[in-house]
């Protein structure tokens, strides 16, 4: 099981702060279109209401995902397709 939160992927957040893909591409990021490439790639995802922990006064979403793939196997793979 891997889970990603919605900060990983936001431009406005530092590396500080949990964005863990490229600025430029996390430019591009939405939470539908996380949804529409783990769709592409055929995995099983549930999303959850959820606060990361280095921003717990912020709103965030949680993609629990059920795959056997590392994890910076698949932040890549979104990353390559933002």
């Known amino acids: 099981m891997i889970i990603l939160y919605s900060q990983y992927f936001k431009a406005e957040n530092s590396r500080k702060?949990?964005?863990?893909?490229?600025?430029?591409k996390a430019k591009n990021y939405s939470d539908e279109k996380l949804a529409g490439i783990l769709k592409a790639i055929n995995v099983k995802y549930e999303v959850?209401?959820?606060?990361?922990?280095r921003m717990p006064y912020e709103d965030?979403?949680?993609?629990?995902?059920?795959?056997?793939?590392?994890?910076?196997?698949?932040?890549?793979?979104i990353q390559d397709k933002l």
């Open 60 to 77: 965030s979403k949680m993609f629990v995902i059920d795959a056997n793939i590392k994890k910076s196997t698949i932040l890549k793979i």
């Open 17 to 24: 702060y949990g964005r863990r893909i490229n600025v430029e």
């Open 48 to 53: 959850r209401d959820a606060h990361y922990s």
